[in-house]
C-alpha cells in the first residue's frame, strides 16, 4: 500500500512537472519570433547641400528620387513593415539627427542612400558601406567627402565637439558602436551589391567599411550606399533617368525582402 502510494505521487510529481516548471524552462517556441517593422530611409544631403555634382545632376535629387521610390515599393509590397524617412523634400537634416531619427522611432534598419563622385572621370559602380576602420586609407575620399557635410552646419564645433572631417586623427574617436550589429549589415550589403550586379547589370565595386558619421550612432544594422559615380557621363545619365531609378530602387527593395526572410528565420 505505502509503495504503490509512493508509486502515485511520483506519477501526480512528473505529470506536474511541466506545468510548475514549464514558465520558467527557457523554451524557443515561446521566445517572440524577431519581426521587422521599420526602417529609416535616409536620402543623403538636401536644402543648402547639394552633395556631388555631375555634368547635370545634383546628388541630393538623385538620392531623394531613388529613396522615395525604395519606401513606395517597401509599402506597396510589405504592409507589415513602416517607413520613415529622414526628409522626404529639399530639406537638411543634419547629420547627427538622421540616425537619430531611426534611435528615437527604435527601427530595425537605417538605410542612407549617395551618389558618388570621383576625380578619375572614368570610375563607376556601386558600392555600399557598412561601419568599420578596414581600409580605411583607401575609402578616405568618400569618407571624408560624405561627412565634411558637417562643416555646413552653423554650430558644428559644438555640436560635433571638436570632431573635424578632413583630419584622419579625428577618426581615431569612432569607436565601434556599430560592432554589435555589424554581422547584420554586412549580411543586407551584400544582398544590395548581388542586387545591383545580378538584376540591374551594374558593376559592383563590393561591400567596404568606412566611418561614416550616419553609420557611427544608428542603434541597429545600417548601412550606406553609392549608386554610382556622377563623375562618369555614362553612369550620370542612367542615374537620372526615371528607368535608372526604379531600377536601383526595385533592387534596393528586393535586397531588403530577402534580408527580411533570411533574419526571420533565425
Ligand atoms: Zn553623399
Given at each position: 500500500?505505502?509503495?504503490?502510494?509512493?508509486?502515485?505521487?511520483?506519477?501526480?510529481f512528473?505529470?506536474?512537472?511541466?506545468?510548475l516548471?514549464?514558465?520558467?524552462?527557457?523554451n524557443?517556441?515561446?521566445?517572440?519570433?524577431?519581426r521587422?517593422?521599420?526602417?529609416?530611409?535616409?536620402a543623403?544631403?538636401?536644402?543648402?547641400?547639394?552633395?556631388?555634382?555631375?555634368?547635370?545632376?545634383?546628388?541630393?535629387?538623385?538620392?531623394?528620387?531613388?529613396?522615395?521610390?525604395?519606401?513606395?515599393?517597401?509599402?506597396?509590397?510589405?504592409?507589415d513593415v513602416?517607413?520613415?524617412?529622414?526628409?522626404?523634400?529639399?530639406?537638411?537634416?543634419t547629420?547627427?539627427q538622421?540616425?537619430?531619427?531611426?534611435?528615437?522611432?527604435?527601427?530595425?534598419?537605417?538605410?542612407?542612400?549617395?551618389?558618388?563622385?570621383?576625380?578619375?572621370?572614368?570610375?563607376f559602380?556601386?558600392?555600399?558601406f557598412?561601419?568599420?576602420?578596414?581600409?580605411?586609407?583607401?575609402?578616405?575620399?568618400?569618407v571624408k567627402?560624405?561627412?565634411?557635410?558637417?562643416?555646413?552646419?552653423?554650430?558644428y564645433?559644438?555640436?560635433?565637439?571638436?570632431?573635424?572631417?578632413?583630419?584622419?586623427?579625428?577618426?581615431?574617436?569612432?569607436?565601434?558602436?556599430?560592432?554589435?550589429?555589424?554581422?547584420?549589415?554586412?549580411t543586407?550589403?551584400?544582398r544590395i551589391?548581388?542586387?545591383?550586379?545580378?538584376?540591374?547589370?551594374?558593376?559592383?565595386r563590393?561591400?567596404?567599411?568606412?566611418?561614416?558619421?550616419?553609420?557611427?550612432?544608428?542603434?541597429?544594422?545600417?548601412?550606406?550606399?553609392?549608386?554610382?559615380?556622377?563623375?562618369?557621363?555614362?553612369?550620370?545619365?542612367?542615374?537620372m533617368?526615371?528607368?535608372g531609378?526604379?531600377?536601383?530602387?526595385?533592387?534596393i527593395?528586393?535586397?531588403?525582402k530577402?534580408y527580411?526572410?533570411?533574419?526571420?528565420?533565425?
Open positions: 500500500m505505502e509503495r504503490f502510494n509512493t508509486k502515485k505521487n511520483l506519477l501526480r512528473l505529470i506536474l512537472v511541466p506545468f516548471f514549464g514558465g520558467f524552462i527557457p524557443e517556441t515561446m521566445m517572440p519570433a524577431f521587422m517593422k521599420k526602417i529609416v530611409l535616409d543623403g544631403h538636401g536644402g543648402s547641400d547639394p552633395g556631388n555634382i555631375g555634368s547635370k545632376a545634383r546628388e541630393k535629387d538623385i538620392n531623394l528620387a531613388v529613396t522615395l521610390l525604395v519606401g513606395k515599393y517597401i509599402k506597396e509590397n510589405m504592409p513602416e517607413v520613415i524617412y529622414t526628409r522626404s523634400d529639399d530639406s537638411f537634416p547629420l547627427k538622421r540616425p537619430n531619427i531611426a534611435n528615437v522611432n527604435k527601427a530595425d534598419l537605417f538605410i542612407s542612400i549617395h551618389s558618388n563622385s570621383a576625380a578619375n572621370k572614368t570610375a559602380g556601386t558600392e555600399t557598412v561601419m568599420g576602420n578596414k581600409h580605411f586609407e583607401a575609402n578616405f575620399d568618400i567627402k560624405e561627412n565634411s557635410v558637417i562643416l555646413l552646419e552653423e554650430n564645433k559644438e555640436e560635433y565637439e571638436g570632431f573635424d572631417p578632413s583630419s584622419p586623427e579625428s577618426y581615431m574617436m569612432f569607436n565601434l558602436m556599430q560592432k554589435a550589429y555589424i554581422g547584420n549589415s554586412i543586407l550589403a551584400d551589391e548581388t542586387q545591383f550586379r545580378e538584376n540591374v547589370g551594374r558593376k559592383s563590393g561591400v567596404k567599411q568606412g566611418p561614416f558619421y550616419v553609420l557611427w550612432t544608428p542603434s541597429m544594422p545600417s548601412v550606406l550606399i553609392e549608386l554610382g559615380f556622377l563623375s562618369n557621363a555614362e553612369e550620370e545619365q542612367f542615374l533617368t526615371k528607368e531609378q526604379e531600377y536601383m530602387a526595385s533592387a527593395y528586393r535586397s531588403i530577402d527580411k526572410s533570411e533574419i526571420e528565420l533565425n
